[in-house]
């Protein structure tokens, strides 16, 4: 038993955002891989957890910003064209910047609302609420 709530410490461990010692919320790198004319990203909801945003949000904000099409496989997203890993992770920034971080304090603590047609990053650290694009 031991052992395996040990396990799921580490689990949780893993998804949790990493905070830098100065206080920056930093996103962990792509990883991935070509394979043929495809990209294959190996922790892309390794990175979903950390933003706790769906999977389908992101998937579809990165495959319209790369001008891709592509599909989630498992813990995999799989790019039809070859991106470079620079190129990935700009968007991934992007993403954050937009969808993520809240605009008043800066902190990743937020959640995506709706409301009627609209989208807004509420921030559960300052409470403060950001309109944001609902089209992707
Ligand atoms: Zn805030």
Redesign the pocket.
């Known amino acids: 038993m031991e052992n395996y709530e040990k396990l799921l410490d580490e689990a949780y461990f893993k998804i949790k955002p990493i905070v830098s010692s100065s206080g920056r919320f930093e996103i962990p790198k792509i990883e991935g891989h070509f394979e043929g004319k495809k990209t294959i990203l190996t922790n892309f909801l390794q990175i979903v957890s950390y933003v706790r945003r769906t999977p389908e949000h992101f998937q579809k904000f990165m495959l319209r910003e790369l001008a891709a099409s592509g599909q989630i496989e498992g813990d995999r997203l799989v790019l039809n064209m070859k991106v470079p890993s620079a190129k990935i992770n700009q968007k991934i920034e992007q993403y954050v910047k937009e969808f993520v971080l809240?605009?008043?304090?800066?902190?990743p603590?937020?959640e995506l609302t709706k409301e009627d047609r609209l989208s807004f990053i509420h921030?559960?650290?300052?409470?403060?609420k950001h309109s944001v694009r609902s089209k992707i």
């Open positions: 809240c605009k008043e304090c800066g902190k603590d937020t921030c559960l650290a300052c409470g403060a």
